[in-house]
């Protein structure tokens, strides 16, 4: 059996998702949810809701830095919302911002940044953008 490749010597998707998924656990940078609430659009203090922080811990983390592990995951997780639902609109950040932000009636009046809030929420909203993408519309 051969061992696995190291992370260092892997090319390719797969290192990304390594390198990533290193980075995830050691805890983003605070600035990652900074240019997380830029690329979104919407206030800090909703964002880092949405990402699971809470107002209070926001000034903590802001000093410290870091994010936690389970934070980062999070931060990663909207982000690729946000990268889909970019490509869904053409590369129009401004259409994507507005579809993320905008209540939703499929999503009971929630907008999708909302209820990408969990892990299934978060499904939800990728499984729509994959109907959408796709033309499906029911």
Do not use: Y
Not at 59 to 73: I, K, V
Not at 98 to 122: I, K, Y
């Amino acid at each position: 059996m051969l061992a696995p490749a190291s992370p260092a010597l892997q090319e390719g998707p797969e290192r990304e998702q390594a390198d990533a998924l290193t980075l995830v656990r050691r805890g983003l940078p605070f600035v990652a949810l900074e240019n997380l609430v830029q690329a979104i659009g919407a206030p800090q203090k909703e964002v880092a809701a949405v990402v699971g922080i809470p107002a209070t811990t926001l000034a903590r983390r802001r000093r410290s830095g870091r994010l936690t592990p389970t934070e980062s995951d999070h931060v990663v997780r909207i982000a690729r919302l946000c990268a889909m639902t970019r490509s869904l609109m053409g590369g129009d950040a401004d259409a994507a911002r507005l579809w993320l932000t905008a209540p939703n009636r499929l999503f009971g009046n929630e907008t999708p940044l909302r209820r990408a809030s969990t892990e299934t929420g978060g499904r939800e909203v990728e499984q729509l953008i994959g109907q959408l993408r796709h033309g499906v519309f029911s």
